[in-house]
């Protein structure tokens, strides 16, 4: 994705900081997390319960608090190792100038065949869009999207540049798809935007509701499975990975980074932590909030989610404890 | 509606299932649920709970699965009824082709007198708009809406084909009135579209906030009825039926198919389950879950939603129980 | 802003009330609460909790219900001031007829340097728009916005008129900034609309997500502070006032004239009550509902919204509480 390259001196400069196990002429060419990072990466570490996967990362260089202890790793000490990175992201990442055509359709925009543009509808630079496609008004398309064939969008919505959509998708009206996830590090009494230089990619068969949000990955993609359905008014944070053939009924949010195995319903006004993981074929109630990984299979309710059963006994006996205090303090009532 | 039409026989043969107490030259037209459905209707059957509305229906064949006894009902035993209903639907109420105009108003559309429509809207094929209706920059009328008098509609405002809309209404920027319901009928793993063919009728005097979502009915109308306001990012599930005067504060969501009667007032954030009613001039308040039906000028409160003295008591009961566990353990602390 | 006037003889005829301490032919200008209010004010009185603000108020006349004791205050009883106060609102603070251009850019508008204004994108009347700014396809800038420099609205962005921006601000796709608050006065069987005739207010380095609402105040300004990021589908009723960086996590809501100091962290589907103040530096977990005024520095969890460590211990205790209603029936369950 990027052309751009900084050698690990060049970095240390940038923040003041020391080298460790790393040459200065190292060339840096990208950022990724700990995980995928390779020789030519910058990855960070700013969460200590994340030390073991910096211990095994790949990574050319790493930006860590000082005092941490990450052995042979080559890193760089900074005061605050996020907010750098999302420096370095900035750098390694740079957001292409966006092309203003002045033009409703951009003369490097290519259609299929037997497409519907309507008025008001507008399609980016080198967007790619299939056969037997239908914008309506007031559709934007920004540049670098990839629309498959069969597709139908509703008037208003709207994809960010980069957007990779499936065949046979259908989006409804003034949903949005690719705004930037909600990234932020806190450095100097502000909070600094990361940049999110990723994308959001849409499977086959799935169909999208109204007023819904589905926000580009920070890196990487934002992922919808093949055969999924998203109701109305959701958000979905940069990074979620929603498997196949998933149900995400009407004002359900989804934090970022969270995945999905296949077959998950998850019902109305559903909200989820970050960075978890909820099995296939799970249920999960509606207004519930989910706040740790969730087995394959389960059924969950309530704020905070539990196995359901339990759940509607603790509902029960809350609503029998007023009756409970009276006969602790020695009333005769009933329990 | 439709002027389509199907034998009991061509319906067997597309499910592979055999009639009973059905000719097979039986012509059906239509698809209704079991309690409007008449001699020329497609009904179904998937929940035995509805079995008594079924002994009772007109319909002129109903879908079931196999085994359940209707007795003298002409029946066709099938797989999943429901997804079997979905398909019928698909085959009677197909939706028109749009007729794409190239043009900004389609030169059937009809606007009334003193109207004012802005750069960037767009009315489609045989929409009727009444006298004195502003339709601010990137409104969407689609095919065969009907609009009253003294109407205003901000930017962005989409109505999908065949919404119907009374007078003095005003309808926020980015709202979305008409988009398909969430209806899907699993199906060999996966989740098949049951074809949204109903529409929108929003009545006299009628306010919506901004990017509010109401979508049409499965099968015939969502209603919103005189003087109800709405406010911003709610969300009104297919064939909800809302009384007259009624408050629903924002980011509220109505599941399908759920009544509500008049002067209702739900505050913000506030869930309902499906196919229940909320009676007249009840209170829920704010961020409550409304899981059944609600007797006329109730004030309920939680989640569940129980009455709000209630689950007052509860709450300050909740909030002493750590100490009562405490104390059942020998502890001396006060109740 | 408004150049109209009236007695306060012409307003006891409106509404067939009489005069106390208050010359016929005192001149009125203006509506303001009772705090702001000065000699040209009408104000009103509807709830006996504010009577001591009535007291001390300056304003030129007070409309209140009829039996309520404001001493030597300038008052107009009437049946329901609320109301009667909706009414002077419309009466001196008309809003403008709208400016019909029929152009895209109305001919007052003026563009600054080096900006790029996308296809489909409007600008109203007198708006002013800064330098280096871009506005996506679709953005609509309704009449009198103020908009700074270096700033960039996705597509259909919407800025309702005499919404204030700063400079280097974002506003991603489909958001809308200064739809009416949800004010209505009831009367006679109806909900009458209480105008709505302030604005919104966007200070520098903000960023708001897709799909988010921010409605204008009712009187004098909604205002969002300096380096504030709010997430997507977020509400901002009228006359919230939002400290400078904080964070609002998506699907948050926070009702009407309800401030917040700097460096709040509301997490993602929070609502709050209105008119109530959270306290600087305060973190409102996820889901939670705050129902009043909270303290500078605070970590508050649940429904309603209590301290975190408080809430976490009565969950605990809930998640125990059928095992203790089974020993108080003499089971030998351990608690």
Not at 137 to 164: K, N, Q
Not at 200 to 207: A, I, L, Q, R, S
Request: hydrophobic share 40%; glycine share 10%.
């Amino acid at each position: 994705m990027s052309e751009m390259e900084v050698t690990a001196q060049e970095i240390a400069e940038l923040f003041g900081g020391a080298l460790k196990n790393c040459p200065q002429d190292r060339v840096l060419t990208e950022v990724l997390p700990l995980d995928t990072a390779r020789a030519s990466s910058v990855s960070f570490l700013s969460n200590a319960k994340y030390t073991a996967k910096a211990l095994e990362s790949a990574a050319g260089l790493i930006l860590t608090a000082g005092g941490t202890d990450l052995r042979a790793r080559p890193v760089l000490e900074v005061k605050d190792p996020y907010w750098a990175f999302a420096q370095c992201t900035a750098r390694l990442h740079p957001e292409p100038e966006p092309e203003f055509s002045f033009a409703a359709i951009h003369y490097t925009a290519k259609i299929g065949v037997d497409c519907h543009i309507s008025p008001g509808a507008t399609v980016g630079a080198r967007a790619i869009i299939g056969d037997r496609v239908v914008l309506h008004p007031g559709v934007h398309i920004a540049d670098d999207c990839v629309i498959g064939d069969d597709c139908e969008f509703f008037p208003g919505a709207v994809l960010y540049r980069r957007t990779r959509v499936g065949n046979r998708v259908r989006i409804h009206a003034n949903s949005v798809l690719g705004a930037d996830g909600y990234g932020y590090a806190f450095h100097d009494g502000r909070h600094d935007k990361v940049p999110q230089v990723g994308w959001v990619e849409v499977c086959d068969d799935v169909e999208i509701g109204a007023c819904t949000t589905i926000d580009r990955g920070a890196l990487g993609p934002t992922r919808i499975g093949t055969g999924t359905k998203i109701d109305n008014l959701c958000q979905i944070a940069h990074n979620v990975q929603i498997g196949s053939h998933c149900l995400i009924v009407s004002q359900t949010g989804i934090s970022g980074s969270t995945t999905l195995g296949d077959y998950v319903t998850l019902a109305g006004k559903v909200g989820t932590a970050g960075h978890i993981h909820i099995g296939a074929r799970s249920i999960i109630s509606g207004n519930s909030m989910v706040a740790k990984d969730v087995p394959e299979g389960s059924h969950l309710s309530g704020y905070l989610a539990r196995p359901h059963r339990e759940w509607m006994e603790s509902q029960a006996a809350l609503n029998r404890l007023p009756k409970i205090l009276k006969k602790l303090k020695g009333d005769k009532t009933d329990l």
